[in-house]
Protein backbone atom coordinates (compact mmCIF):
# COMPACT_ATOMS: atom_id res chain seq x y z
CA UNK A 1 0.00 0.00 0.00
CA UNK A 2 1.40 3.42 -1.27
CA UNK A 3 2.00 5.63 2.00
CA UNK A 4 1.08 9.20 1.90
CA UNK A 5 2.54 11.34 5.04
CA UNK A 6 1.10 14.45 5.88
CA UNK A 7 -0.32 16.86 8.84
CA UNK A 8 -2.20 19.82 9.92
CA UNK A 9 -1.08 22.45 12.55
CA UNK A 10 -3.40 22.47 15.41
CA UNK A 11 -1.99 25.03 17.43
CA UNK A 12 0.54 27.74 17.70
CA UNK A 13 2.28 25.47 20.67
CA UNK A 14 4.59 22.79 19.98
CA UNK A 15 3.73 19.24 19.58
CA UNK A 16 1.97 19.05 15.89
CA UNK A 17 -0.05 15.61 14.92
CA UNK A 18 1.70 14.06 12.06
CA UNK A 19 0.31 10.61 10.08
CA UNK A 20 0.89 7.99 7.69
CA UNK A 21 -2.46 6.81 5.57
CA UNK A 22 -4.20 8.65 8.11
CA UNK A 23 -2.95 6.95 11.37
CA UNK A 24 -0.33 8.73 13.95
CA UNK A 25 2.94 8.58 13.04
CA UNK A 26 5.11 6.56 15.94
CA UNK A 27 7.56 9.68 16.69
CA UNK A 28 10.77 8.89 17.38
CA UNK A 29 12.29 11.08 20.01
CA UNK A 30 16.09 12.58 19.59
CA UNK A 31 15.20 15.80 20.04
CA UNK A 32 11.73 17.04 20.91
CA UNK A 33 10.45 15.34 23.91
CA UNK A 34 7.11 17.70 23.19
CA UNK A 35 6.56 16.39 19.39
CA UNK A 36 6.60 17.48 15.80
CA UNK A 37 6.30 20.24 14.43
CA UNK A 38 7.71 22.11 10.90
CA UNK A 39 7.99 25.08 8.94
CA UNK A 40 11.05 25.82 10.98
CA UNK A 41 15.11 24.04 11.75
CA UNK A 42 14.48 22.87 15.19
CA UNK A 43 13.90 19.63 17.57
CA UNK A 44 10.49 19.29 16.65
CA UNK A 45 10.87 19.35 12.62
CA UNK A 46 14.15 17.09 12.78
CA UNK A 47 12.19 14.75 14.80
CA UNK A 48 9.31 14.38 11.46
CA UNK A 49 12.14 14.33 9.54
CA UNK A 50 13.76 11.55 11.11
CA UNK A 51 9.82 9.30 12.20
CA UNK A 52 8.97 9.89 8.31
CA UNK A 53 11.98 8.63 6.95
CA UNK A 54 12.34 5.72 9.89
CA UNK A 55 8.74 4.40 8.55
CA UNK A 56 9.51 4.98 4.96
CA UNK A 57 12.76 3.22 4.64
CA UNK A 58 13.94 2.35 8.42
CA UNK A 59 16.00 3.94 10.82
CA UNK A 60 19.53 3.25 9.26
CA UNK A 61 18.79 5.35 6.20
CA UNK A 62 16.73 7.91 8.51
CA UNK A 63 19.66 8.17 10.75
CA UNK A 64 21.94 9.39 7.95
CA UNK A 65 19.67 11.69 5.71
CA UNK A 66 16.95 12.90 8.43
CA UNK A 67 18.64 16.29 8.88
CA UNK A 68 19.39 16.88 5.14
CA UNK A 69 15.72 16.03 4.38
CA UNK A 70 14.70 18.64 7.20
CA UNK A 71 15.98 21.46 5.62
CA UNK A 72 14.95 20.77 2.45
CA UNK A 73 11.30 19.82 2.92
CA UNK A 74 10.14 20.10 6.73
CA UNK A 75 11.20 23.73 7.44
CA UNK A 76 9.72 24.70 4.40
CA UNK A 77 6.34 23.26 5.02
CA UNK A 78 3.51 25.56 6.23
CA UNK A 79 0.65 24.65 8.47
CA UNK A 80 -0.48 22.09 6.30
CA UNK A 81 1.56 19.48 4.54
CA UNK A 82 1.59 16.14 2.37
CA UNK A 83 4.23 14.18 0.90
CA UNK A 84 4.56 10.56 -0.71
CA UNK A 85 6.48 7.77 -0.32
CA UNK A 86 7.39 7.88 -3.86
CA UNK A 87 8.54 11.48 -3.35
CA UNK A 88 10.74 10.37 -0.52
CA UNK A 89 12.07 7.58 -2.35
CA UNK A 90 13.11 9.92 -4.91
CA UNK A 91 14.49 12.22 -2.71
CA UNK A 92 16.88 10.03 -1.47
CA UNK A 93 17.89 8.27 -4.61
CA UNK A 94 19.05 11.78 -5.60
CA UNK A 95 21.21 12.13 -2.15
CA UNK A 96 23.07 9.10 -2.61
CA UNK A 97 24.18 10.09 -5.99
CA UNK A 98 25.30 13.19 -4.24
CA UNK A 99 27.08 11.23 -1.93
CA UNK A 100 29.19 9.70 -4.29
CA UNK A 101 30.08 13.44 -6.00
CA UNK A 102 30.87 14.89 -2.71
CA UNK A 103 33.22 11.69 -1.65
CA UNK A 104 34.82 12.11 -5.30
CA UNK A 105 35.03 16.10 -5.15
CA UNK A 106 36.63 15.58 -1.61
CA UNK A 107 39.62 13.00 -2.74
CA UNK A 108 40.34 15.55 -5.79
CA UNK A 109 40.81 18.24 -3.11
CA UNK A 110 42.53 16.20 -0.66
CA UNK A 111 44.90 15.74 -3.76
CA UNK A 112 44.79 19.22 -4.87
CA UNK A 113 45.92 20.25 -1.46
CA UNK A 114 48.41 17.50 -0.55
CA UNK A 115 50.06 19.37 -4.52
CA UNK A 116 49.78 22.46 -2.89
CA UNK A 117 52.03 21.26 0.25
CA UNK A 118 54.81 20.01 -1.42
CA UNK A 119 55.25 22.98 -3.65
CA UNK A 120 55.28 24.76 -0.65
CA UNK A 121 57.69 22.69 1.09
CA UNK A 122 59.41 22.78 -2.40
CA UNK A 123 59.55 26.92 -2.43
CA UNK A 124 60.44 27.12 1.59
CA UNK A 125 63.32 24.55 1.07
CA UNK A 126 64.45 26.64 -1.47
CA UNK A 127 64.41 30.37 0.49
CA UNK A 128 66.17 28.58 2.94
CA UNK A 129 63.43 27.70 4.93
CA UNK A 130 62.85 24.31 6.99
CA UNK A 131 58.72 23.11 6.63
CA UNK A 132 57.75 20.61 9.38
CA UNK A 133 54.85 18.17 9.19
CA UNK A 134 52.63 20.44 11.13
CA UNK A 135 53.31 23.24 8.59
CA UNK A 136 52.36 20.95 5.83
CA UNK A 137 48.87 19.67 7.85
CA UNK A 138 48.36 23.40 8.14
CA UNK A 139 48.36 24.01 4.34
CA UNK A 140 46.64 21.41 3.56
CA UNK A 141 44.00 22.22 5.81
CA UNK A 142 43.84 25.62 4.27
CA UNK A 143 43.66 24.26 0.84
CA UNK A 144 40.72 22.15 2.07
CA UNK A 145 39.06 24.83 3.61
CA UNK A 146 39.42 27.26 1.30
CA UNK A 147 37.61 24.72 -1.27
CA UNK A 148 34.66 24.18 1.22
CA UNK A 149 34.23 27.70 1.43
CA UNK A 150 33.92 28.25 -2.12
CA UNK A 151 31.52 25.45 -2.45
CA UNK A 152 29.43 26.79 0.44
CA UNK A 153 29.00 30.21 -1.51
CA UNK A 154 28.62 28.73 -4.58
CA UNK A 155 25.71 26.72 -3.07
CA UNK A 156 24.19 30.17 -1.45
CA UNK A 157 24.37 31.96 -4.70
CA UNK A 158 22.46 28.79 -6.48
CA UNK A 159 19.83 28.64 -4.10
CA UNK A 160 19.39 33.02 -4.40
CA UNK A 161 19.24 32.46 -7.61
CA UNK A 162 16.61 29.51 -7.09
CA UNK A 163 14.46 31.62 -5.18
CA UNK A 164 14.83 35.01 -7.18
CA UNK A 165 13.53 33.14 -10.10
CA UNK A 166 10.46 31.94 -7.94
CA UNK A 167 9.39 35.07 -6.80
CA UNK A 168 11.30 34.23 -3.42
CA UNK A 169 9.11 30.90 -2.79
CA UNK A 170 10.89 28.23 -4.07
CA UNK A 171 8.97 25.40 -5.00
CA UNK A 172 9.03 22.74 -3.09
CA UNK A 173 7.71 19.45 -3.89
CA UNK A 174 5.41 18.39 -0.61
CA UNK A 175 4.78 22.08 0.12
CA UNK A 176 0.89 23.12 0.57
Known sequence: MRKIYHGR????????????NNKPLKHIVK???TGFNWGY??????????SILADCVGLETAEKYYQRFKWDYVAKWGDEWQITEEEIKEWLAKQ?????????????????????AEDYKKFAEKCGEYVDEFDLNLMRSLVI???????????L???AEREKKSGGTENVSGRS
Request: glycine letters at 12%; proline letters at 3%; a negative charge.
Open 96 to 116: SGLDEKIKRWYEEVKKLADEV
Open 31 to 33: HSP
Open 9 to 20: RISEAGGQPAFV
Open 157 to 159: LQQ
Open 145 to 155: HSALGAAFLAN
Open 41 to 50: GGSGAADLAL
